[in-house]
């Protein structure tokens, strides 16, 4: 297929899929030749993408063309979309233009509406790659079964729960700490996890959710976990009021009997209607006004930190004190 339009933010999934799409068409003793690697923030590059993958490939194995970052299907100009349609038809089957970004594709323009259709017709390919978001706890779990399975590596439950509580969603990370694991063997357990995976993944909205359950010492924990990677405070507060007011609008709603979690979404500025389940779940059992009491908090934490308080000591004076 001369166009795979390669698209997600997880990179190390996306790597994988440009590494074996390169080993099986491009003839390593030709590489040099036959595989150009351009990055299409340069729109330079991204007009030579285009002209490189009209050329046929130079003696044995296939020809294909490698385009970071490219604007084809995301704010694309209109003079790079008419280069864009008017090469579609001229890439010959033995050359590949493989397009890559970390965002969905913008499914208003007229390139990628183009491709969409010519990938309905079996013309090209589309892979997609996202991430689970912070609050996806099943997604997150997949995630870690499907970068095992790339690496032909069983990993059993227990273990799974451990690299995503040690993990997260850092892809490249997982990626490196199952291949590190593979070293002692092919399956993967909970103990060999705690064993040789230290740390702990956490963020703003991990913060949030001790902070829900109660739970002081693990929202220290992790909002020093979060500061001393380098987050800056201020941001964490903001996700911090962001999440909170999203629990409140759902409380608020669920005791005024509303049910329609689309409803509820768009009231509490919620993109996902899907995540009101689970905030539902976590806000079993909590009223409104703890939810009140944490937001006045929060603005309490800002205003240390805006006086120049060192972050912990604002978290734990203004939201903890």
């Not at 850092?170 to 996890?193: C, F, G, P, Q």
């Amino acid at each position: 297929m001369p166009i795979h339009l390669i698209w997600g933010d997880d990179a190390a999934a996306r790597d994988r899929a440009i590494d074996g799409l390169i080993q099986s068409c491009v003839d390593p003793s030709w590489s040099s030749l036959n595989l150009s690697r351009l990055d299409g923030a340069e729109t330079g590059q991204a007009i030579q993408a285009l002209e490189e993958a009209r050329t046929p490939p130079f003696a044995t194995g296939e020809r294909l063309v490698l385009l970071q970052r490219s604007p084809f299907c995301n704010g694309c100009p209109s003079e790079l979309a008419d280069r864009f349609e008017a090469a579609l038809e001229l890439i010959p089957n033995s050359s590949h233009l493989v397009l890559v970004n970390p965002s969905k594709p913008d499914g208003r323009l007229r390139t990628t509406k183009t491709l969409q259709k010519r990938i309905k017709q079996g013309l090209d390919l589309e892979q997609s790659f996202p991430l689970p978001t912070a609050w996806d706890g099943a997604g997150q779990r997949q995630l870690v079964q499907r970068t095992a399975d790339a690496l032909s590596l069983t990993v059993e439950p227990d273990a799974i729960d451990a690299l995503v509580e040690a993990i997260g969603t850092d892809s490249a990370r997982l990626e490196s700490e199952l291949r590190k694991l593979s070293l002692r063997t092919t399956t993967i357990t909970a103990a060999l996890v705690k064993e040789l995976v230290g740390g702990r993944a956490t963020n703003a909205l991990a913060v949030g959710d001790a902070l829900l359950d109660g739970n002081a010492g693990e929202a220290i924990a992790r909002w020093d976990a979060l500061i001393d990677a380098g987050e800056p405070a201020l941001r964490i507060v903001a996700t911090l009021t962001g999440q909170l007011r999203g629990w409140l609008w759902v409380s608020l709603l669920e005791q005024q009997g509303e049910r329609d979690v689309a409803v509820i979404a768009k009231a509490a500025g919620i993109g996902n209607p899907k995540r009101i389940y689970v905030m539902r779940k976590q806000l079993q059992g909590r009223q409104p006004k703890r939810l009140l009491s944490l937001l006045g908090r929060l603005l309490e934490v800002e205003a240390l930190l805006k006086r120049g308080a060192l972050p912990g000591n604002a978290f734990r004076d203004g939201l903890l004190g």
